[in-house]
């Protein structure tokens, strides 16, 4: 058998490009046209945070996410704990308790083997703090300029909580669309770091273990609770842009609403950045129907991570697909996806 | 809380090297050292091939692989089907049903879109022959320079198979040690493509999964199947050493029943390379009690993947925690874990 031609068009990009990381378009061309094309399944073709699987009855999510952030320190985290919460939280927000971690390291010959221990005791103290044991794991070493310190994989098996019923197809109009908190700040506080920016108060990133907030969620809201997901790459606008397409509906944004802390504004405006594309690691979009709206804005508010929490929008009818932003000084504008790599290398 | 110090002698090792890759000794340091350390729990103490859980009552296995295999493209294979035949491996080698992988790509940027076409396509056929979804993923760029082409790591959950009590602390004096084939398959078939080395056919990899001759050797075996283990990295040696460590038990192999193709024992001498030290990646070991023995070799024998199986020692009393070989030609060596990398990057 001779394997078909490859499904993407190969004469617009004939090579991977930054782009393709980017958690925009190109990533979901990437993810429709070549991964969808060659795994083809039901998990698969979900489309969520996480897959959603039935072991023998038992209702299970898996997750994956490899972490190549650069710098591997940064404030208010490293790229070991940020390798916890990132998969913690993509569980999390399957409507799941997590259960194990794996955690795969791939090392650059040279790296300093305190640098690696500060790393790996970072990663022990989050999964520690999120209640998650690190079960299994790997390590290879690639040669001097293969890879960039070192990356890590976190894969993560979790429980669907009972009464979860998150999907991201299940948004339907008249529900409100919630944050847990300000947006923006670990996008900002890493490439802060990187221009060599300094503020008066440092920026810290907002990297964090989601899923006490989201039991919390799932507990108040139940079967009204209709999705939950973390903004990382790519920000808010491309987590409800993802969401609006897949369950066709519309979201409209109020832009006053939005929590953005006044310092992060500020950095946005120097580095040319819009905060509402810039990546979150500690920060819950949920939506759910409207009559629960008090009482799962109290459930965020009641977690130390979800202290600023807001109503941000409201699923329509209208403009089924898209996201569109109203804000008092006028107007509406359509929140788009971008089609390029805003941020490199950012989680 | 300050962290507590790192538990290496940063003397020695104050950087990472290739040898803390190559799962030898510095690999076992480092796993003992610093990620035991950190990420202490009683699922990680076992020191498996994966984890093994127990979710709600569910018995199921956990395993996490990188692949950095260099070049990507080899004789048998390639890092796509490798990477599936890896971690369904080792969760066949912990008598478990595989049930899942998911698959996280690290891409450098300038990675031409039809050699990563060509290796996730190879990922989804191998995944589908041995009847293991991909069903969930995750894909990062990052720049030229940072990453060789590709890495890819698979993760995998696995339900145990009815009957299996697969530990390598099983081991006991009296016990049978198998092979399912022919060793060393692999590492030489990726060396002779690095160093350029042509013989009248060419050697390929065994890179295949196993996952079926392990449900037929549990099947026959039942509780009287002690331990299976896949000798990839490091080879037949450094698994026999680490089964011998765990369950405090001396092995002695029969150097004359351990099958090595003329040819790869011939590359073997030409590359300065003992076949004891070479990669496998579609050959088992299995180790069960001696009443056992002949149907075991029958189960394997009876799959394509274990024609060639063969018994190639046994447990013994004596030298515990250490592996020695005996040959018709004199007398008995002790078969030593290597300290340092044999062969960078074969997986």
């Known amino acids: 058998m001779s394997d078909p031609a490859c499904p ?36 698969l073709r979900r489309m969520h945070d996480g897959a959603l699987l039935d072991v023998d009855g038992a209702q299970m999510a898996f997750s994956t996410d490899s972490f190549v952030i650069d710098p591997i320190f940064f404030p208010g985290g490293d790229i070991g704990s940020l390798a916890v919460h990132g998969t913690v939280n993509d569980l999390a927000m399957c409507g799941a308790r997590p259960v194990a971690l794996s955690a795969g390291f791939i090392l650059e010959e040279g790296l300093a083997m305190e640098d690696l221990w ?29 890879c960039d310190k070192l990356y890590i994989n976190t894969t993560g098996l979790g429980r669907i909580l009972p009464g979860a019923r998150i999907r991201p197809t299940r948004a339907r109009p008249g529900d409100v669309v919630l944050i847990s908190g300000p947006i923006a700040d670990h996008g900002i506080a890493v490439m802060s770091v990187r221009e060599g920016l300094e503020f008066e108060t440092e920026i810290v990133s907002d990297s964090a273990a989601l899923n006490e907030m989201a039991r919390r969620l799932v507990e108040t809201g139940r079967d009204k609770l209709r999705v939950m997901r973390d903004p990382t790459r790519g920000g808010v606008a491309s987590a409800l842009n993802e969401i609006a397409q897949q369950a066709q509906v519309g979201i409209r944004l109020d832009e006053d609403s939005i929590p953005v802390r006044d310092q992060v504004r500020g950095a946005c405006e120097i580095l040319g950045l819009d905060p509402l594309y810039v990546a979150n690691e500690g920060k819950c979009i949920a939506i759910g129907a ?49 089609a390029g790599d805003q941020l490199p290398r950012i989680c």
């Open 118 to 146: 500060r790393i790996v005791t970072s990663m022990g103290n989050a999964a520690a703090e999120a209640g998650v044991p690190v079960v299994t794991g790997d390590t290879k070493v690639v040669d001097r300029g293969k």
């Open 8 to 43: 993407l068009p190969l004469e617009d990009y004939p090579t991977i490009t930054m782009a393709h990381g980017g958690g925009g378009k190109l990533t979901q061309m990437l993810i429709d046209g070549l991964f969808m094309a060659a795994f083809d399944n039901p998990a």
């Open 290 to 338: 409207k009559e629960t709206a008090g009482r799962l804005l109290q459930a965020m508010r009641s977690h130390r991570h979800g202290r600023e929490a807001a109503i941000i929008g409201e699923v329509v009818r209208e403009h089924p697909g898209r996201v569109h932003m109203t804000s008092s000084i006028g107007g509406e504008r359509v929140v788009d996806m971008l």
